[in-house]
């Protein structure tokens, strides 16, 4: 393909790689209308189109408003010069001008046509190439629209439309348009039956047209989608969806902001996965695909990209089930009906054997290798959004139970808790996977694994035992039955606590504590520490302590773990090493009143277990520790609070207006030096 340049009335061929290389650093938007001068010369001869240039006087330009249509180019006034429209079949060459020519001529460009010489005149060198290659672009893609509409070969067809592919790659311009005009032409075809369509061979096609989707497109034409999906659903082992599909579908995770407003892109994106998990290699074809959506590096770039792939699976998953289960009108995420062409779930999502829940759940767990994505896949699936018909799966809650497993073994706290309802009184996975449950038949492993974890972590509150004790004894206490030791724990725990009312339910958790041997341990362990709780607490000691500089948890422990301490009511510790870990030998001093905190490691953890039993404290000095609005929220609790010192700590303004609000004997706060001073 070359470009032609005029040079003493005649023209010469100029490589188009070399002037794509001369032309390389700039970038045109594409005109669709604007006003320019124009002149017309009915007798184009080489001396007379000299003199008309050589001299102002022979020139007379009218200024039009030129529109560039479809098939022509048009005025807004049709008069004088341009009471006519030029069709682009009509024009013979567009002449650019070049540095070479006189300085006159160096804003105009020529359109040769067979009624004469048309001359346009901009009002600057931009202006002028903006004109030039929008004309250019207008009157190419008009002649390759009509002849790949009557087209009745299918090498002649297939040969045009990498023509005009690589057209669009090179051209100067750079708006959706260009990008999609290709795409718009194999749609049109589509529509219009164009006879040599048929003889194409669809992998020459979407290899033909596959380079403009990946490098210049975010969003396939629905039509386009609709032909990729076809393809992936009747021809799912071509090598065409690993090598062209694969780009497509990774530049669509990562760009697109709404699968609601282009809903065939997300069902193309289904039909790719399970084309590519059909391969021999599906597992790990699937597998790569996850890497190359996430990236290379610790932290996926893409801040799109795991929502948009959770969207996919999410959707695929609800429409498997809701098909299953004969309710095909009521299923979310679905594709609307009026793009839906009559093809039901089993064509769009593959044959039941192609395995659509472990494709999907497989997705899943895959997500889950990545730390920075774990975090926001926790988040989203917290709600548990899926049919009750997928929760009622046996097969699909097997698959999910590798998923949740990853969840549970994050050490963040943020993850591992993800498991818990995301509301009171909103089940999530801890419930789903409980024995009981809808979804128990691993002999409660993975819910034991579960409650180990959050005892361990966050969940050693009152709050969380006494909801096990309100609503999940009985499955705890079948599991201790199994000598399962968290389990033992958390009843110990629970009578510890004093949790339950009923002295039935009290004596039914010794018995079963006093029937195993490792309880039994357990019971008389906690009995020893019940005894020394009460010595603790007997009236009696001091009435204030203060602990020297440096001291540590088991300074602190080993201290209360000696004498009587009924009467503390003041206890300072600041300036020491304590952490998070001294709030379990805090909380059993029963008349604390006053407690100093400052300059020490004590967090979130520990400031929620003070607010769980000490609602008598009335003076807290939190100054100068790493206490976030995650604890601080927690301080709600203590009624009593008249003063607390907050001083440069991560306090936000809207804790601390909710502290304002629900501490109702709250006299004294001190928030220098925090985001809400």
Known sequence: MATSTPLNNATVAIPMDCDRRRRSSQRLKILHDGDIQVHKVKNPKRDVINKIMGSKLLRRWETHHLSLGDESMISSTPSGYMSEGVMYDHIEEIYNSTPTDPSSFRLCIRIATKNGLLILQAGNAYLKEQWFHSLQWKRQINRYRKLLIVATRSEILLREMKNVVSYCLDSLLIDDEVCLAPIKLLTDMMNATTPGLDGVPTEDLIIAISPLVVDKCNIPPPELCQFFCRFCRNFPRSDVITTHFTPIALRILKNNVDFGKYPRLRIFVQDYILALSSKNEGETAVREFVRGVHGQGDTCPHVRAINNLVAVCLAAVYSYFQDDGGKAGVARCRLPDELADGVGMDDRLGRRDVGVVDVFTGVFLCMTDYEDWRMNLSSLLQPIPFPKEALVDDHFMERMRPVIRNFVEDIRCDVHSSVLGVREGKDGWFQIYCPGGLATDDDGNLFSLMMKKLINCCCKRRPFI???????????????????????????????????????????????????????????????????????????????????????????????????????????????????????????????KYLNLWSTQFGDPGLQLLADHMHHLQVLNLCETPVTDRGLNCLTAMKSLRTLNLNSTKLSPLTFEGLKEKLPNLQEIDIRYTEAW
């Open 466 to 592: 006494q909801y096990l004790s309100n609503q999940l004894l009985n499955a705890v206490m079948l599991l201790a039955l199994r000598e399962d030791d968290v389990m033992m724990d958390v009843l110990c725990l629970i009578l510890e606590m004093d949790l339950v009312d009923s002295s039935d339910k009290r004596l039914q958790i010794i018995s079963t504590l006093e029937s195993l041997k490792e309880g039994h341990k357990r019971y008389c362990w906690m009995c020893e520490k019940q005894q020394q709780l009460k010595e603790l607490q007997r009236k009696g000691g001091p009435t204030m302590l203060t602990l020297p500089t440096k001291a540590t948890d088991d300074d602190l422990k080993s201290l209360l773990s000696n004498g009587s301490f009924g009467n503390l009511e003041s206890l300072s510790l600041a300036f020491t090493n304590v952490t998070s870990s001294a709030a379990e030998y805090i909380i059993r001093l029963p008349t604390l």
